[in-house]
T-cell receptor, first 113, second 110 residues
């Protein structure tokens, strides 16, 4: 299994631009999680899905952030418009949906200038 | 909000020594997990300990859990240079949510 796949691995953009981060979970996993990691705030859960349905988006910082999971093998996290304070590493993780261990992707390092 | 708080924030030891990291949390849990993160990489699950367990081993790792003190410790024995990484505890924040601590940065000196 290839593990959780994220793209792009690095993204540099200018303030005001739209940013789309992509994630492919491990095949057969029913739950998908988006996290953001910064030095100041550590690792924060933004949103998670069960069976493609958003369950808890209370961690999404503001309306500029949106996430979708159109099918079991693909999810996007979109920031529009982006701001410098959105600069962080964004991780996607998945698990079979029974709780317990989460499998993390390699992350997308986002820099907003 | 951060549920787990790791201590120390940074730890530097010589190769071959044992490394101990601690985690404290605030609310009741069903389980507690430890993850490792190498620089520039995603997190890797190390071990899960359930609330009714007191100790668990996996290779050179030993995890303890004291629910009365709301604390856990991770011991890495006979450390190696490859153990250099950040280590995070994570508690279940309800449903499937995990709440991570700020992590301990471990450096193993050759």
């Amino acid at each position: 299994d290839a593990g959780v796949i994220q793209s792009p691995r690095h993204e540099v953009t200018e303030m005001g631009q739209e940013v789309t981060l992509r994630c492919k979970p491990i095949s057969g996993h029913n739950s998908l999680f988006w996290y953001r990691q910064t030095m100041m705030r550590g690792l924060e859960l933004l949103i998670y899905f069960n069976n493609n349905v958003p369950i808890d988006d209370s961690g999404m910082p503001e309306d500029r952030f949106s996430a979708k999971m159109p099918n079991a093998s693909f999810s996007t996290l979109k920031i529009q418009p982006s701001e410098p304070r959105d600069s962080a590493v964004y991780f996607c993780a998945s698990n079979p949906g029974t709780g317990g261990e989460q499998f993390f992707g390699p992350g997308t390092r986002l820099t907003v200038l | 909000s951060q549920q787990g708080e790791e201590d120390p924030q940074a730890l530097s030891i010589q190769e071959g020594e044992n490394a101990t990291m601690n985690c404290s949390y605030k609310t009741s849990i069903n389980n507690l997990q430890w993850y490792r993160q190498n620089s520039g990489r995603g997190l890797v699950h190390l071990i899960l300990i359930r609330s009714n367990e007191r100790e668990k081993h996996s290779g050179r790792l030993r995890v303890t859990l004291d629910t009365s003190k709301k604390s856990s410790s991770l011991l890495i024995t006979a450390s190696r240079a490859a153990d250099t990484a950040s280590y995070f505890c994570a508690t279940d924040g309800g449903a499937q949510k995990l709440v991570f601590g700020q992590g301990t940065r471990l450096t193993i000196n050759p």
